[in-house]
């Protein structure tokens, strides 16, 4: 079954790290990019950024430099968002999605994870 | 606030067909594909047009995208009830070099 699976809810104060996971199943983990999308409380999808899932490298949104960091184990075919030094404004549901389309002009979100829900308070 | 514009609302009975518009410029939906995402809250956003107009498998035909210039839409045909969810349009912005997202808009069924 072709699918990406995110790990579960977290809790964490301000200033601690965390890393959610994306697990992809059902096609070649490498052949496809993963995105990673955030939805704050009450708002819509923002973009934060891409990995290519073949060289390992990251490429980052504007708003989302500096303490968020996007890796890759392909040995058990799963991306990661690691969050450092959280703050209360980082609370939200983080998807990562499945790529299709290399060029910036003609691509598509296929698949998505069902998100983490990351909740950032003292 | 989002360089693609949305309706923050858009309702209809079921049964009528409702248009969604997402509006950009020529960096962004007048340069580049748009796609656009139906989603549930607790749920996995779901594809539902990509390069503008195409379906995606599993997508009924009466869901359709259309562009023109630097404005996309989206029109749901025979709204259901289970249409009931928030859209979203994604096209690559050349200005922002990144993805961008409208801002959504929520569908009513009444």
């Known amino acids: 079954q072709v699918q990406l699976v995110q790990s579960g809810s977290e809790l964490e104060k301000p200033g601690a790290s965390l890393k959610v996971s994306c697990k992809a199943s059902?096609?070649?983990?490498?052949?496809?990019?993963i995105d990673w999308v955030r939805q704050a409380p009450g708002q819509g999808l923002e973009w934060m950024g891409w990995?290519?899932?073949?060289?390992?490298?990251?490429t980052y949104a504007q708003g989302f430099t500096g303490r968020f960091v996007f890796s890759l184990d392909t040995s058990v075919s799963t991306a990661y968002l690691q969050i450092n030094n959280l703050k209360a404004d980082d609370t939200g549901v983080y998807y990562c999605?499945?790529?299709?389309?290399?060029?910036?002009?003609?691509?598509?979100?296929?698949?998505w994870g069902r998100g983490t829900l990351v909740t950032v308070s003292s | 606030q989002s360089v693609l514009t949305q309706p923050p609302s858009a309702s209809g009975t079921p049964g009528q067909r409702v248009t969604i518009s997402c509006s950009g410029s020529?960096?962004?939906?007048?340069?580049?594909?748009v796609n656009w995402f139906q989603h549930l809250p607790g749920t996995a956003p779901k594809l539902l047009i990509y390069?503008?107009?195409q379906r995606p498998s599993g997508v009924p035909d009466r869901f359709s995208g259309s562009k023109s210039g630097t404005s996309a839409s989206l029109a749901i045909s025979g709204l259901q009830s289970e249409d009931e969810a928030d859209y979203y349009c994604?096209?690559?912005?050349?200005?922002?070099?990144?993805?961008?997202f409208g801002g959504g808009t929520k569908l009513t069924v009444l």
């Open positions: 059902g096609y070649t983990f490498t052949t496809y990019a």
């Open positions: 990995i290519n899932t073949g060289s390992g490298n990251p």
């Open positions: 390069y503008d107009n």
């Open positions: 020529s960096s962004n939906v007048g340069a580049n594909t």
């Open positions: 994604a096209t690559w912005d050349a200005s922002l070099n990144g993805r961008v």
């Open positions: 999605a499945r790529r299709i389309g290399v060029s910036s002009r003609d691509w598509r979100f296929d698949l």
